[in-house]
Nanobody, 123 residues
């Protein structure tokens, strides 16, 4: 049973910080690239940050670059998103995603999603 469970969301004031966590189970976590997406009401789902399976490479959306940091602990099967200098426009549901491409003929691509955690930035 594959599960991705996000936590750490909540209500914060502009300029504040939050750390989101995504706990993974039911698959080989260290073989998957992990990403954080977000979706605000009435808007398309947006890729926020990505980290490779080993943690060696990260990428960020321009809107969060310099403020957010993605990291992972493969020993704990957990990926994190540290969010600093939060702005009202960061308000959204944040989703955890796991992706692994097939590497042998008998495999298929795997793509898993969590249920999301609400982040609200408001004074």
């Amino acid at each position: 049973q594959v599960q991705l469970v996000e936590s750490g969301g909540g209500l914060v004031q502009p300029g504040g910080s939050l750390r989101l966590s995504c706990a993974a189970s039911g698959f080989t976590f260290s073989s998957y690239a992990m990403s954080w997406y977000r979706q605000a009401p009435g808007k398309e789902r947006e890729l926020v940050a990505t980290i490779t399976s080993s943690g060696g490479t990260t990428n960020y959306a321009d809107s969060v670059k310099g403020r957010f940091t993605i990291s992972r602990d493969n020993g704990k099967n957990t990926v994190y998103l540290q969010m600093n200098s939060l702005k009202p426009e960061d308000t959204a549901v944040y989703y955890c995603n796991a992706l692994r491409y097939a590497t042998t003929w008998f495999e298929h691509d795997r793509n898993y999603w969590g249920q999301g955690t609400q982040v609200t930035v408001s004074s």
